[in-house]
């Protein structure tokens, strides 16, 4: 068995984004942003994916970062669109032109970590049985809600469809991650602070919901919140998964207050551009004492 303090299990997804800026073609995949920022809380790291074989290539700067990369063939990667009609970097349209093969029990052979983060991107991709196997071999488990309420609906269309395995994942839950819109869906509420009380009574220990302006978690010693301040804004997409990775990875050996303030920063730094944060832990260091 292979042991790793971190592992992010998710599929890679091959992203175009189509702003007022232009397109872009982004490798993207919660589970390559959120390892980018668990290296930087000096873990051993690794990732768990699927992929077409003609995109190989895209974890080279995974290895490059010290990221061991178990990476699986699959008959196609997950094709996504993400196109942002307004200056609202929150205001986007996400539609999906191809799906990677689930994740299962079999890639998942031989692997154990202290904490498994799940940053799945759409319904189907992670079954309720991997996610079992993951609580099992590790000590957290943290899931990001996206991959779970996120289905493809009529044009390729992402849509938020009612979760029938709800509250069978979220026994397994100790961090849930979910943005404010994907909270009130699953709530009923606008109220970022009620919908994190509601999601907790449902069982996980921690909740880490994002929004436009930061974080806010909901830990066994209360609230805690802070926000992102990047210098400027050109890489919203991995926000979330850049957040929850740095939360969870922190929290192996810091409180929440302090997970909460360190995720913050890292997140604003990742802001900055596109693509997986680039950064030192010294430039995070840096934000923290000049922002928080």
Known sequence: ??????ITVGNYTKDTVVSSAGTRHV?????????HAAVLAGLKVAVVTRRAPDDAGVTAPLTAAGIDVYAFDSS??????????????????????????????T?????????????????GEVSLDTVR????????????????VRTVGPGGRLQYEAWPER?????????????????????GTADIREAASILRGLGPREIVLTHKDGLLVLAD??????????????GRSGRGDT????????????????????????????????????RSRADVEQLLKERY
Not at 27 to 35: E, F, L, S
Request: charge should be negative.
């Open 76 to 105: 196609s990667s997950t094709l996504m669109r993400l196109e942002y009609p307004t200056a609202n970097v929150d205001e986007r349209l996400l539609s999906v032109a191809g799906v990677a093969d689930p994740i299962s029990l």
């Open 133 to 148: 196997l993951m609580k099992e071999r590790s000590r957290m488990l943290a899931l990001d809600v996206q991959g779970f």
């Open 1 to 6: 068995m292979s042991h790793y303090d971190f």
């Open 27 to 35: 490798d993207g995949g919660g589970y390559n942003y959120a390892a």
């Open 107 to 123: 890639e998942l052979s031989g692997l154990s970590a202290h904490t498994f983060l799940v940053t799945a991107s759409i319904r």
């Open 243 to 278: 957040c929850v990775g740095s939360y969870a990875s922190r929290r192996l050996a810091a409180p929440p207050a302090e997970a909460t303030r360190w995720a913050a920063a890292l997140t604003s730094l990742k802001l900055e551009a596109e693509g997986p944060i680039r």
């Open 221 to 234: 010693d209360g609230y805690h919140a802070a926000g992102f301040h990047p210098v400027e804004l050109r």
């Open 167 to 187: 509250d069978a994942v979220l026994a397994q839950v100790d961090i849930l991650k979910t943005d404010a819109v994907e909270a009130e869906f699953l709530t």
